[in-house]
């Protein structure tokens, strides 16, 4: 059975960053294509970034237009695991954030919480 632990998340002031990491296990990790997931309050739970494998479409990336040019996806096939490096945060990126694969393939993880407030 697949599972999705995400971690990295807390509380950060606008303007800060934090790094999210995902371990999957039980599934050949290298052989999808990943994304990054949040969900604010009140919200439906949005895609924020995608990577694609790097084995055969060379780890391409694509960004939600809210997070273009603050956030970066990136995996480590090796490691079973998917990054993202959100910098210069807003108080509107505060969500609860998943991976799952681009397609959402595997059960969701509990998410890790990111929260942007002065």
């Known amino acids: 059975q697949v599972q999705l632990v995400e971690s990295g998340g807390g509380l950060v002031q606008p303007g800060g960053s934090l790094r999210l990491s995902c371990v999957v296990s039980?599934?050949?990790?290298?052989?999808?294509?990943m994304g990054w997931y949040r969900q604010g309050p009140g919200k439906e739970r949005e895609l924020v970034a995608t990577?694609?494998?790097?084995?055969?479409?060379?780890?391409?990336?694509n960004y939600a237009d809210s997070v273009k040019g603050r956030f970066t996806i990136s995996r480590a096939n090796a490691k079973n695991s998917v990054y993202l490096q959100m910098n210069s945060l807003k108080p509107e990126d505060t969500a609860v954030y998943y991976c799952?694969?681009?397609?959402?393939?595997?059960?969701w993880g509990q998410g890790t919480q990111v929260t942007v407030s002065s």
């Open positions: 799952n694969t681009r397609e959402r393939s595997w059960p």
């Open positions: 990577i694609t494998t790097t084995i055969t479409s060379g780890g391409n990336t």
């Open positions: 039980g599934s050949i990790f290298s052989l999808f294509a």
